[in-house]
């Protein structure tokens, strides 16, 4: 939604390769969140942050890492892409009832 | 563990008429959130419409209503006067209340629109 960005919008890497995703968002919002969304499965949560250096994981971390240094920016890291984390990656952030989404990263890993 | 199934994984409607996009759920809270979330081929994630379980009325926005049966646990979207650009992926989402809870997703509806 409205002032929520990720960069890249799409990346293609290649196996055992490290990267990172950014999500930044302009409203100031506490919570953030990153999905990943596959055929079947819908969206599923990887980590999410509840502040400033508070984060924590979601029903598929493994092989995930995330930061957030500061409230508007939430990065999500692969320390060694393989390819089953192909997919498509949704930042959202949102205050107390709402979440709000970014317009999502394609990754492709060879 | 919450859950969400949306057991149409297609639906289709000829524009103008109306569609209703099924959802259940299973938790065992008694106060949260549900939402439908429409994400067209663009692949943009956009909030449709919300609904809070501690209330009994019924959530609408303009053409978009929901059928919100708290016992049963089914949480169904209501379509009226379909467009074109209604076209889409609807995803049915649950959240618990307690402020920052995740969503839980069910697989989706692919809903298309006949001329």
């Known amino acids: 939604d409205a002032g929520i960005t990720q960069s890249p919008r799409h990346k293609v890497t290649e196996t055992g390769t490290p990267v990172t995703l950014r999500c930044h968002q302009t409203?100031?919002?506490?919570?953030m969140y990153w999905y990943r969304q596959d055929p079947g499965h819908g969206l599923r949560l990887i980590h999410y942050?509840?502040?400033?250096?508070?984060?924590d994981k979601g029903e598929v971390s493994d092989g995930y890492s995330v930061s957030r240094s500061k409230t508007e920016d939430f990065l999500l890291t692969l320390e060694s892409a393989t390819s089953s984390q192909t997919s498509v990656y949704f930042c959202?952030?949102?205050?107390?009832?709402?979440?709000?989404f970014g317009p999502g990263t394609r990754l492709l890993v060879l | 563990a919450q859950t969400v199934t949306q057991s149409q994984p297609e639906m289709s409607v000829q524009e103008a008429e109306t569609v209703t996009l099924s959802c259940t759920y299973d938790?065992?809270?008694?106060?949260?959130?549900l939402f439908w979330y429409k994400q067209p081929p663009s692949r943009q994630m956009i909030l449709v419409i919300r609904?809070?379980?501690?209330?009994?009325q019924n959530a609408t926005e303009n053409r978009f209503s929901v059928n919100f049966q708290k016992a049963a646990k089914s949480f169904s979207l209501k379509i009226s006067d379909s467009q074109l650009g209604d076209a889409a992926m609807y995803f049915c989402?649950?959240?618990?209340?307690?402020?920052?809870?995740?969503?839980?997703f069910g697989e989706g509806t692919q809903l298309t629109v006949n001329p």
């Open positions: 959202a952030a949102g205050g107390p009832e709402t979440q709000y």
């Open positions: 409203e100031n919002h506490r919570y």
């Open positions: 938790t065992s809270e008694s106060d949260y959130y």
């Open positions: 609904q809070e379980a501690y209330k009994q």
């Open positions: 942050s509840y502040g400033v250096k508070d984060t």
């Open positions: 989402a649950y959240r618990r209340q307690t402020s920052g809870s995740r969503l839980t």
